[in-house]
């Protein structure tokens, strides 16, 4: 089993076409997120000692910390209040994989790929939006 804390950026970005105008609206979400992983690891005598592959998958759960927008019509950008729009939590599942490179000093280098998928709504206004993703992650485990 392993835990962690993460904070994580999501976005949307959706074109509309009004009376010959393009508009562009950016949605940005900041979340912190929890997700309980369980995860299993790999070690073959085929792939050495110091190589091994992951797989994990569990659910997250996830506050929100901001919401923010703006539309962007031709030369002008204008804000837009989404905070009464947005759910303050939001929960889904995690799936994904990797491999990690133990090193001679006991640290592991580690690369992960991971889906995320939002089984909640994150719009009061729209039942069917919810939040999906990749993610990679590269880093140092001590």
Not at 46 to 52: F, H, Q, R, S, T
Not at 111 to 131: F, H, T
């Amino acid at each position: 089993m392993q835990t962690e804390l993460n904070y994580q950026k999501r976005g949307d970005k959706e074109k509309s076409t009004t009376d010959w105008t393009e508009s562009v609206t950016r949605s940005e979400f900041n979340y912190l997120t929890i997700p309980l992983l369980a995860k299993y690891t790999l070690h073959d005598a085929e792939l050495g000692k110091n190589l091994a592959i992951t797989f994990f998958g569990g659910p997250y759960g996830s506050y929100l910390i901001s919401a923010s927008a703006n539309v962007k019509s031709g030369n002008e950008t204008d804000p837009i209040d989404i905070d009464n729009q947005s759910e303050n939590t939001d929960m889904g599942a995690i799936l994904g994989g990797g491999i990690s490179y133990r090193l001679n000093n006991g640290g592991s280098i580690i690369a992960e790929l991971r889906y995320q998928m939002g089984l909640k709504s994150i719009n009061k206004q729209d039942p069917d939006l919810r939040n999906k993703g990749m993610g990679i992650t590269v880093g140092y485990s001590f």
